[in-house]
């Protein structure tokens, strides 16, 4: 099986990352290519950061998702992952949606933990766009700074621990270590934290197996049909035939 | 991976039916256990049956839990769910639930579709309980005799690809053929629906062997930490192992 | 009229206490039988119990509901409701259940108090299954030993007292003190607590009263109809009869 | 027992019917005094006769809550509740407020029906000011011209029985005549309709004396103490000594 | 333009101050005119006084409306809005309603901070009424005593902007001050506060000027068409004739 | 005043078509500057266009911002707003959500009626976005052909008012006309719709003017700060500076 894992921050260093851990994660026979944004930022934080994002999701899916047996949106809160399953005839899932919707089946509540505070606004969005509140215990952030994307995991592991544990005080059953930079983490301190404790790459790439295996066809009806084709301006080839054929 | 795969219907014609859908869903390596309840309803169809199926579930849990490494609840509803997660040490998934979550990747509103509308009001509230009902179209039932459980799926088939059609117009991005005499039936006529068709027998076993795969750990805080012991009355020794050690 | 009182906990000496406060509550001519589950746990606290629990209470109404003109659940987050209702020609509460709608005429939100929390998680998923959390300033829970739950009412009086303190300052108009081994308290610390205080067992009683006077026929349609019969497997003839003739 | 039954309509023809229904539902030591608005509409429809509809309940209890034991406030919306609740030293309890809940404990979803579609819009916002929208199957109401309040009961019975089966159909396990000028009816039909069928005045009758047995303390904290003195303007001095004295 | 702001209170003080800031946030070109009720409370702060807020609010209608090409009620939660809605033929806006949709324009979630612990309960069922809890981080009330309505905007400027940033600290990217007394005093402190801090007498004022601008037609259809006459009892002439012909 | 106005649409005839609008709508000394995206498709109606159509508002934007007192996003379910109000220090809003929160104002729920059933999936996710689904009466869209978007105004007019009339029998108290293609058509249907009926240009003009008014500081904390700078990649000299200055 090929999978194609989408970086839509531009941060090759976070690329490697979730490489590495996505094919720890994947059965043996799955192959996985990993591509990066050209255009945005490092780190997607913000809305903002988030519209150029998704906007990368569509080039790179242009230029890469040929072949691939489904598709993985490599970054938490899921940017572009609405547009990518309207125009792919493969099924695709967010690194957000895919580690929320898999502690629903360890659970009743789950929690998202994760490094820093200013992700949290976006991370709820996400939540609430996926009608998931009365599921999810809280977003815990922490609140300190850090050295940067590329050491955070290390860095902050103690101190994402004890974040865990407040979460469970506050009634999860369930933590999700959220952003792609902590990819990776959660195997190394499972064993410190009192439930179950997922990794968003982890659990979407076993995701994305499970659909591509499920094999759904393609909507031809209801709201993830392909867009009917229209005279689409300033569009490079590529991402042209994305819209023309999917 | 060894799956218990646990029918809490006392009818062996249905395991049998599941427990076939299973192992063709299944990973090559797989190995899948179907067990029948003793007790209870050939068919769970309301709150009063879902009592005696989730106490049956608890007895075979007893009995045969041992060696497997997750294990599925095979009624759509997902009897004794949450009691069957709180006790094992290893996943459990249900129907319902699995078919549902999985679902919620491929669209925005997905729909349960099933042969009886005696079905209804028990589906709907596994729905709001999962509080996946903002998530979801409608559970979509046929109102018309059938001629019994075990032909169901044959009997029905063109019918209820018309009410999944019905389902795609009031809003579905998938439809769930919900009910385990349904089992199967997905994959024969998945091309008649024009949006992804789920079968929760499938759906189940894959998301099984994910959570096996991800190995979470046993919960020992939060809600579904194991109980405490308690001096238990009136069980069975096997159950009452459970009880005590899971 | 008579009342029976189901006890799905196997301690009789809660089944003690709540007749107890049930035959005090009571109008004059109510007569009052209690009954003790003889299979599961001292005292409910869980999901897997409540399975358990819910097998005991269809046991029970099958031996004993005959000649009742309500019957009463008298666990706190009312193991079998749905099920007994289904069953049963006349009508049924739970404990509550009927604390909480009773409470909803006497504020705007209510809080549930109660002496372990242990019991949280099962007692929010009643809050949720009732629909009621918008109505519900939280669950308040002591975290801390108790000798046994024959005591617990009196060791802890003092300290259920300062949490409905606690309960009121974070919006709670009422009090409910939630498990049958609180029976009986609300009387005796009512002065104590600025805001109405809900016993359950009381709350109960008066509201089965209340629905047998009401005498609402019983369902011929809706989801509270008698199951059509089928063949049942593995029933003591009670409840063979039960399911077959309510 | 006293019962103060205050009717915010105008119309005495109405006061007359809901106190004979409220006679006949109660226990028979309960005495019930009926007053009647006196300024305002013969019949609340809309939200701006339930503003005057409120003012005159607390003008009536001004004048004659001394003495009652507990207070129903007699039209189907239940205008000025909260202030009324706020107010007293004795429980309160409102026609809709009292039948939804009792509602509650005889299904899972409720209907409101009823007979003028110019009742739909209020009513519906008391099933949402009571947090009770997941419970309400929906207010079905009669489209077509009637004589006149006093005689809608009997004019309508047949198509309101016909009305009720629509609710079912679509989901209700109860269905609640709601609207003064159809007290009593429920009781001549209910053998018509295939799910319990709630008088409202009944309810509220029950409920008041439900309330009044278990004797809640008045708030001193929450959202329902009674307001802290202040220079009222305008008032007759009885409606002063009610907000002062209450 | 003519606007009507109506003081649902009885404290000509407070009138004066809304005035000001009114006619301060106006056009040039618009022409207020204010009026105070002449029964009621000083400052309306529970259920009770909002009962009689909201009939004052209908009688200063009767006597001042003529003329006005859209009205605001100018006490924060809004008594007697839908009421006036229904009966006017031209816009009305209430200060609570205006602020909160304003502020949702200007972020996801909004506060509202206001000066007296006593306001939560009505203020927060304003916020429920409008459907927009999942916008509100929260109604904030400082927890003190204050020398008087006229002077508490001066007396705790300095606190409330201390509690502007806890609301922000929750989660609100907008504050709103909540409560005629504060009217004026955002202006005076906005740049203390690091979110926008909207005062409701100004959105309120702008967007009636909006709202009539727009020029929105009588609704003769929906929930708020005019109430068809009735034969209403005990109205002063003047009210008879708005309840009449608007 | 002056007003930027942003189609994400690469149509110039709908650009000229809501300019219009705009003007008419605005106040005398307010200025309107339009503008077209240069990427895109000619008329947004799926998730896929609103990727690319929110990565145009913000190129847009960073051309063109400069001098602007406030920004409306001209395209119905307001792609890229989140991201714009994040980096503009000045007021930012849309078509969809002003019309929505304007027609809170104007009644208790209210109807978007389009032209065509594709934009129902988009328009919807807009309204849960918004948090207004309980004030959302429904999405109503005309399913049949139409010649282009450039005449469906016109086309369509009278199918239009046809399909206002069904959505105020379903339960609106307003409608909005959705979609930039019909700007200017509510002018010329007003009176044939028994409830007001809202234009989405002119309502964003008139609260885009009051916004601006009000002067909100823009946030320096809460979910709305702008983005801390990051080194971004690939953005244009003008897109870059919006990043780093606003």
């Known amino acids: 099986m090929n999978l194609l894992l989408i970086n839509p921050n531009t941060s090759t260093s976070v690329t490697d990352r979730i490489a590495g851990v996505a094919r720890a994660a994947a059965a043996p026979s799955t192959e996985i290519r990993a591509v990066t944004a050209r255009t ?3 780190y997607i934080a913000t809305r903002a950061e988030a519209v150029l994002g998704a906007a990368s999701v569509l080039e790179l899916l242009a ?4 072949g691939a047996d489904a598709v993985i949106i490599g970054a938490f809160a ?3 992952l609405g547009a990518a399953r309207e125009l792919l005839r493969v099924p695709v899932v967010g690194m957000a949606e895919a580690a929320m919707l898999t502690a629903c089946m360890l659970g009743r509540r789950f929690a998202i933990v994760t490094f820093s505070v200013s992700l949290e606004p976006w991370y709820w969005e996400c939540v609430e766009y996926n009608g998931l509140a009365r599921r999810c215990a809280g977003v815990f952030c922490l609140d300190e700074p850090f050295s940067g994307i590329d050491d955070v995991a290390d860095e902050k592991a103690a101190r994402l621990v004890e974040l865990c544990g407040r979460a469970v005080a506050a009634g999860a059953d369930v933590c999700i270590l959220g952003g ?8 190394q301190v499972a064993d410190q934290v009192p439930v179950p404790l997922l990794d968003g790459v982890a659990a979407a790439v076993r995701q994305a197996e499970t659909l591509a295996v499920l094999g759904p066809r393609k ?3 209801g709201s993830f049909r392909r867009p009917a084709p ?8 590529a991402l042209r035939r994305l819209f023309e054929e999917g």
């Open 40 to 42: 945005g930022a490092p």
């Open 230 to 237: 229209k005279p689409m301006t300033g569009l490079s080839p």
């Open 78 to 80: 899921d940017p572009g």
């Open 180 to 187: 792609a930079p902590l990819a990776g983490l959660a195997a």
């Open 219 to 221: 909507a031809t009806a």
């Open 63 to 66: 230029d890469h998702a040929n």
